[in-house]
């Protein structure tokens, strides 16, 4: 193992679930923001969407999450292993056969994408 590698072990996060892409998941952010003191506090904000495509491996991995609020599509590609994350939560299990959704956002009708089993646990 080399030092990059020695590294990067380091900073990669254990506690962020396996999720694909098809899923549906709700990604707690880390916002800072300032009042008028210039005092910063930190909140958590929701952003719930289905994963379009996940990019990369190790610490450079990123995941493309899409939603709809109010007609308007909104997608932001996160890092997985960004200290901005506080949890990821899988809400819906997808099943698709593509490695990236790009064709979603020409889509006029909201996607119908099937429910994956969920593997059982012996």
């Known amino acids: 193992?080399?030092?990059?590698?020695?590294?990067?072990?380091?900073?990669?996060?254990t506690d962020i679930p396996e999720f694909r892409v098809g899923d549906t998941v709700k990604v707690n952010l880390k916002i800072d923001?300032?009042?008028?003191r210039g005092n910063i506090k930190t909140r958590i904000q929701v952003y719930e969407g289905l994963v379009m495509a996940i990019k990369g491996s190790g610490v450079s991995k990123t995941f493309t999450v899409r939603k709809v609020?109010?007609?308007v599509g909104t997608e932001k590609t996160l890092p997985v292993n960004s200290p901005r994350i506080d949890s990821i939560e899988v809400v819906r299990l997808?099943?698709?056969?593509?490695?990236?959704?790009?064709?979603?956002?020409?889509?006029?009708?909201?996607?119908?994408?099937?429910e994956r089993a969920n593997k059982k646990e012996n």
């Not at 080399?2 to 996060?13: A, E, F, S, Y």
């Not at 923001?33 to 008028?36: R, V």
């Not at 997808?94 to 099937?114: D, S």
Request: charge should be positive; aromatic fraction near 2%.
């Open 33 to 36: 923001e300032k009042d008028s």
């Open 1 to 13: 193992m080399n030092l990059v590698d020695k590294i990067t072990k380091k900073q990669i996060r």
């Open 69 to 71: 609020s109010g007609n």
């Open 94 to 114: 997808g099943k698709v056969r593509r490695a990236k959704l790009n064709y979603i956002r020409n889509l006029k009708k909201t996607p119908k994408i099937k």
